[in-house]
Nanobody, 114 residues
Framework: QVQLVESGGGLVQPGGSLRLSCAAS????????MGWYRQAPGKQRELVAR????????YYADSVKGRFTIARDNAKRTLYLQMNSLKVEDTAVYYC???????WGQGTQVTVSS
Protein backbone atom coordinates (compact mmCIF):
# COMPACT_ATOMS: atom_id res chain seq x y z
CA GLN A 1 0.00 0.00 0.00
CA VAL A 2 1.09 3.55 -0.71
CA GLN A 3 2.02 5.65 2.29
CA LEU A 4 3.50 9.15 2.57
CA VAL A 5 4.33 10.36 6.06
CA GLU A 6 5.40 13.96 6.70
CA SER A 7 7.35 15.02 9.75
CA GLY A 8 9.43 17.93 11.04
CA GLY A 9 6.73 20.54 11.49
CA GLY A 10 6.45 22.65 14.60
CA LEU A 11 6.52 26.13 16.07
CA VAL A 12 9.28 28.49 14.98
CA GLN A 13 9.95 32.22 15.32
CA PRO A 14 10.04 34.52 12.30
CA GLY A 15 13.44 34.27 10.64
CA GLY A 16 13.96 30.74 11.88
CA SER A 17 14.44 27.50 9.98
CA LEU A 18 12.71 24.15 9.77
CA ARG A 19 13.38 20.96 7.81
CA LEU A 20 10.42 18.86 6.71
CA SER A 21 10.66 15.22 5.66
CA CYS A 22 8.30 12.92 3.77
CA ALA A 23 8.96 9.21 4.03
CA ALA A 24 7.48 7.14 1.20
CA SER A 25 6.63 3.46 1.10
CA UNK A 26 4.67 1.18 -1.21
CA UNK A 27 5.78 2.97 -4.38
CA UNK A 28 8.76 3.04 -6.73
CA UNK A 29 9.80 6.36 -5.22
CA UNK A 30 12.68 7.08 -7.60
CA UNK A 31 10.45 7.31 -10.70
CA UNK A 32 8.01 9.88 -9.33
CA UNK A 33 8.01 13.64 -9.63
CA MET A 34 7.37 14.87 -6.08
CA GLY A 35 5.96 18.08 -4.70
CA TRP A 36 5.38 19.99 -1.49
CA TYR A 37 2.07 21.80 -1.06
CA ARG A 38 0.68 23.87 1.77
CA GLN A 39 -2.70 25.01 2.96
CA ALA A 40 -2.99 28.04 5.22
CA PRO A 41 -6.06 28.79 7.36
CA GLY A 42 -8.89 30.06 5.17
CA LYS A 43 -6.94 29.53 1.95
CA GLN A 44 -6.80 26.88 -0.75
CA ARG A 45 -3.97 24.41 -1.08
CA GLU A 46 -1.06 25.69 -3.17
CA LEU A 47 2.10 24.30 -4.72
CA VAL A 48 5.25 25.27 -2.83
CA ALA A 49 7.97 23.34 -4.65
CA ARG A 50 8.43 20.46 -7.08
CA UNK A 51 11.36 18.20 -7.90
CA UNK A 52 12.04 15.82 -10.79
CA UNK A 53 12.52 12.10 -10.26
CA UNK A 54 16.30 12.38 -10.59
CA UNK A 55 16.47 15.48 -8.38
CA UNK A 56 18.03 17.68 -11.06
CA UNK A 57 15.07 19.95 -11.86
CA UNK A 58 13.39 22.12 -9.22
CA TYR A 59 10.47 24.52 -9.24
CA TYR A 60 9.52 27.02 -6.53
CA ALA A 61 6.57 29.28 -5.96
CA ASP A 62 7.54 32.95 -6.09
CA SER A 63 6.58 33.37 -2.45
CA VAL A 64 9.26 30.92 -1.26
CA LYS A 65 11.95 31.22 -3.93
CA GLY A 66 15.34 31.91 -2.39
CA ARG A 67 14.21 30.79 1.07
CA PHE A 68 13.10 27.16 0.60
CA THR A 69 15.02 24.26 -0.92
CA ILE A 70 13.47 20.99 -2.07
CA ALA A 71 15.58 17.83 -2.16
CA ARG A 72 15.21 14.08 -2.29
CA ASP A 73 17.15 10.99 -1.34
CA ASN A 74 15.94 8.17 -3.55
CA ALA A 75 17.97 5.57 -1.68
CA LYS A 76 16.18 6.54 1.54
CA ARG A 77 12.84 7.03 -0.24
CA THR A 78 12.52 10.43 1.40
CA LEU A 79 11.57 13.93 0.22
CA TYR A 80 12.80 17.03 2.07
CA LEU A 81 11.94 20.70 2.31
CA GLN A 82 14.49 23.00 3.93
CA MET A 83 12.72 26.17 5.04
CA ASN A 84 14.83 29.20 5.94
CA SER A 85 14.00 32.81 6.79
CA LEU A 86 10.50 31.76 7.74
CA LYS A 87 7.71 34.33 7.76
CA VAL A 88 4.38 34.41 9.54
CA GLU A 89 2.78 34.00 6.10
CA ASP A 90 4.42 30.55 5.82
CA THR A 91 2.14 29.20 8.55
CA ALA A 92 0.21 26.28 7.05
CA VAL A 93 -0.19 22.54 6.95
CA TYR A 94 2.46 21.18 4.59
CA TYR A 95 1.77 18.11 2.46
CA CYS A 96 3.93 15.97 0.21
CA UNK A 97 2.48 14.60 -3.01
CA UNK A 98 3.33 12.22 -5.82
CA UNK A 99 2.42 13.13 -9.40
CA UNK A 100 0.94 10.71 -11.98
CA UNK A 101 -0.64 9.04 -10.13
CA UNK A 102 -1.38 11.38 -7.25
CA UNK A 103 -1.01 10.38 -3.63
CA TRP A 104 -1.07 12.69 -0.61
CA GLY A 105 0.49 12.52 2.80
CA GLN A 106 -1.41 13.45 5.94
CA GLY A 107 0.36 16.78 6.38
CA THR A 108 2.52 18.38 9.05
CA GLN A 109 1.73 21.68 10.78
CA VAL A 110 4.17 24.57 10.50
CA THR A 111 3.46 27.59 12.68
CA VAL A 112 5.59 30.73 12.44
CA SER A 113 4.93 33.06 15.34
CA SER A 114 6.62 35.16 17.99
Amino acid sequence: QVQLVESGGGLVQPGGSLRLSCAASGIAFSIYVMGWYRQAPGKQRELVARISSDGFTDYYADSVKGRFTIARDNAKRTLYLQMNSLKVEDTAVYYCRTMAPTYWGQGTQVTVSS
